[in-house]
């Protein structure tokens, strides 16, 4: 099934007992527990595992949240709501300034954790902190920064504007594959806005989130913040129910698959709460006549291959005009070739595992179901190290040509796979873009002005990032990030994606002797 490529030799892995140990002392540093210590504590009541892609063993066994904890974690959230949405926005944001020092102080820890958690490889894993650094410098500004608009009124003698204020306490839920950044763009956002968090990160990210709760609870105190502007719910997906179902939690910002947003959206809507929903995507990327075919092989590999396929804005679709399908096609399948695969704590290494084995069975069914479509595997696809790691998921790119696309082209598969299609005319690119259920990221690689404009504009691109001459992934925390389509609407991080995290309030005052009704109505 798999064609020839040349790989480099595969490195050796890192041994699970050193990986609990260089974790330990991650969680030590950060001013959380090491694994010693989780696991006595874990002795009696719920337990969450935690575990590493890198080698697929459990490093140890944590205590999970209780019912009763989490209760109580709420009811905190929203009583320390009470007095922190009184608290001015730029001392709020001085608690933001303090969690960005200790996390600038505290990144090679964070960025170790994510690499043992997640498997990223060790740039990527930094990569994740920085974005989490330059949040919190967004939010410090942010906080003096919320602006309201006055209003021309139409009657005289009479003010017309608006105020924002706190809205409540914010429920976050995250995937395991940004499983620092996701909360670290509401948190810090969140914070300034007034509102406290209570965090349900993935099952597969504990000691992460334990970093990060341990760190910002240090922030609180340097800054004598109330303690109770941050919860960690360590379990399943219960929690995340309790958060979509409790009336206290005024936002609930899920990040994740779409069937959970399928899941979360009706209970937080029936009860009339907020949602800001950031769902899967099935990114693409249009690839015309005139790109510069160099940057867009780089573009593309790093969009697809990257953190092993596993962002949200990973390139999962090729879209390239019929006259440079075979050159482009022939440079990415050398491209792939040359990527090492293994150890993401090596420095050499761009490609590391997926997350768990039901990740790599995914992976091969959807290559399965591609292949019956018609699709043919020109690259990767194949599992590797399984010997030496048969618990873990270390698999090559897949790059495969699909004659239509088809349903399972259509689906997001959470693993590297980049299906090409080929298309005639720009028209017929957008139809094939825009024809799929999602819609997060997107790209054209063009030097014609008219194509990129035609991309971008109203009939372009249907997705909530649409980028003309680079890939798919690797957005900057100063735009709104999110999609629209399945991929559920939300916008976090930057531009004005703070609005979801208060309320708004238009206020009308009469400073005049009279009382002119609106619209020229009279009365009394
Ligand atoms: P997932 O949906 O399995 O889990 C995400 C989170 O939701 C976890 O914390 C999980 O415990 C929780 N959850 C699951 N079911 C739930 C339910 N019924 N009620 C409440 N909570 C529930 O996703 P994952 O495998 O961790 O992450 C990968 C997915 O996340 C991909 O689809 C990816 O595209 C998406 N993602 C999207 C973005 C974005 O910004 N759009 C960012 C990162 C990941």
């Known amino acids: 099934m798999t064609p020839a490529t040349a790989h480099p030799a595969a490195p050796r892995l890192p041994d ?17 527990r090491d694994l010693d210590t989780y696991a006595d504590a874990a002795a009696t009541g719920p337990t ?4 590493t892609p890198l080698t697929g063993a459990a490093l140890g066994h944590l205590p999970a949240t209780t019912p009763g904890q989490a209760e109580a974690a709420l009811a905190e959230a929203h ?30 820890d964070l960025a170790d954790l994510v690499t043992i958690e997640a498997g990223k490889i060790r740039s990527e894993a930094l990569g994740e902190v920085r974005e989490m650094i330059d949040i919190c410098d967004f939010a410090v500004g942010l906080s003096r920064q919320l602006y309201g608009r006055t209003i021309a009124g139409e009657r005289p003698g009479h003010r017309l504007s608006e105020t924002w204020h706190p809205l409540g306490v914010a429920g976050v839920i995250s995937a395991f594959n940004f499983p620092v950044a996701v909360w670290s ?17 993935s099952e597969l990210t504990p000691l992460t989130a334990l970093a990060c709760t341990a760190l910002l609870a240090r922030a609180a105190a340097d800054t004598g913040a109330p303690a109770g502007v941050h919860h960690l719910l360590l379990g399943g997906r219960e929690f995340g129910e309790m958060l979509a179902d409790d009336p206290r939690v005024a936002l609930v910002s899920a990040t994740g698959s779409v069937r959970m947003g399928r ?25 015309t006549p005139s790109a510069d075919l160099d940057l867009t092989v780089r573009g593309i590999v790093f969009a697809a291959a990257g953190t092993a396929g596993q962002r949200c804005t990973t390139l999962r679709r090729l879209i390239v005009h019929e006259d440079v399908a075979e050159p482009l096609i022939e440079r990415i399948v050398h491209a792939y070739g040359q990527l090492p695969l293994g150890d993401p704590f090596d420095a050499a290494t761009l490609v590391g595992p997926l997350v768990d084995t039901a990740a790599g069975t995914a992976m091969a069914e959807a290559l399965a179901a591609a292949q019956r479509d018609g699709g043919k595997l020109l690259a990767g696809g194949d599992r590797c190290l399984a010997a030496e790691a048969p618990e873990a998921a ?12 088809t349903e399972i082209v259509r689906t997001e598969t959470f693993a590297p796979i980049l299906y090409v299609l080929t298309y005639r005319t720009l028209d017929e690119a957008i139809a094939l873009h825009n024809g799929v259920p999602q819609g997060l990221s997107s790209s054209i690689f063009t030097r014609d002005q008219r194509e990129a404009e035609r991309f971008l504009a109203p009939d372009g691109s249907d997705c909530g990032i649409a980028n003309v001459n680079i890939g798919t992934s690797g957005a ?49």
């Open 394 to 405: 270390y698999v090559r790119p897949a790059l495969v040509r699909m004659p239509a696309q």
């Open 185 to 201: 763009w509401n948190t810090a956002v969140a914070l300034v806005c007034g509102d406290p968090v209570v965090w349900k990160p």
């Open 79 to 108: 009583r320390t709501f009470l007095t922190w949405r009184t608290v001015p926005a730029p001392v709020r944001g001085a608690l933001v300034k303090r969690l960005g020092e200790l996390l600038t102080a505290h990144q090679e």
């Open 476 to 524: 900057e925390i100063g735009g709104a990030f999110g999609g629209e389509k399945e991929t559920g609407g939300g916008r976090e991080s930057g531009s004005d994606a703070w609005r979801a995290y208060m309320r708004r309030a238009t206020n009308t005052v009469n400073y005049s002797a009279d009382l002119p009704l609106a619209q020229g109505v009279n009365f009394l």
């Open 263 to 287: 899941q979360v959206a009706p209970r937080v809507a029936a009860r009339f709460g907020r949602c800001l929903l950031e769902l899967g995507g099935n990114n693409a990327a249009v690839v």
């Open 16 to 32: 699970t007992a050193a990986l609990r140990a260089r974790a330990s002392s991650a969680l030590r540093r950060c001013g959380a």
């Open 48 to 51: 969450l595992p935690a575990r």
